[in-house]
């Protein structure tokens, strides 16, 4: 057991299995004391059990850490609100929380259904607002404590997953959110882009050439959680961890911008536009094209 977490009360949503059990099992081995969460669904997040996240504590417990679970579902209100009040109940407070709990329903954007979209947001954005929203009233008045959300470099865009694109996207943006709006309580946050070998990954159509296992995500996980990130002023940032790599995402900004003298036209518009402000280039455009030689070929294609 170390001490990196010393003292400290987690919650992990997700926990049951991949990274969100092996941040919950790193936290644990780090001294917190851990709300294991997870609704116990399959990858297209039907089939719940709550053994899934039983099965998580006890693991814990035999390694001689804390921990209590919860297996509500966070995509509702009052799950996100049970898990941080399980927090309280067990411990007396709450330091951190780490909101992995996703699902993946693939489909082409025009053939995507109401029924395909809605759980797939509901999950990721949702069940991250729903913990974040009940945390941040208790680390508010505690004047202390580290939100974590889970993105993924498909926030860029995705062929097939605009359900799963879109809502990391949203998380980048909730946690952003959060750690300008929270920072004079002393409450960070931050948000992680893991990729490493999952039950999620698994399914992904191309060869991943940066990949890792989930204890390399759930290190940099401890990490943020630490009294270190904070004393070094790590929030609002989106991080990367792909096995031996760690990187940082840049900030959203303008590029270029160009002023009108006098009211803007089409054709005006039309006249400067490409040579005065122009396009920034999506970085997936060429990864999909390099997909869509290799499958010509009958190739797996690298990312």
Sequence with gaps: ??????????????????????????????????????????????????????????????????????????????????????????????????????????????????EEWDPVVATHLKGTFTVFRAASAVMREQRAGTLIGFTSGNHQGSVSQANYSAAKGGVISLVRSAALGLSRYGVTANAVAPVARTRMSANVPMELTEIGEPEDVAALVVYLLSDAAREQGVTGQVYTAAGPKIAVWAQPRELRAVYAEGPWTPERIAEVLPGSVGVDPMPMSERVEAMARAAARKERPNA
Excluded: H, W
Excluded at 96 to 107: N, S, Y
């Design 1 to 114: 057991m170390g001490n990196f977490l010393a003292g400290r009360v987690v919650a992990v949503t997700g926990a049951g299995r991949g990274i969100g059990r092996a941040v919950a099992l790193a936290a644990a081995a780090e001294g917190a004391r851990v709300v294991v969460n997870d609704y116990g669904v399959s990858v297209d997040g039907v089939s719940p059990t709550s053994e899934v996240a039983e099965a998580v504590v006890k693991e814990i417990e035999a390694a001689g850490g804390e921990a209590v679970a919860v297996a509500d579902d966070v995509s509702t209100m009052a799950g996100g609100q049970r898990v941080v009040d399980a927090a309280v109940s067990a411990y007396g407070r709450l330091d951190g929380v780490v909101c992995v709990a996703g699902i993946l329903r693939e489909r082409m954007l025009f053939n995507m259904t109401e």
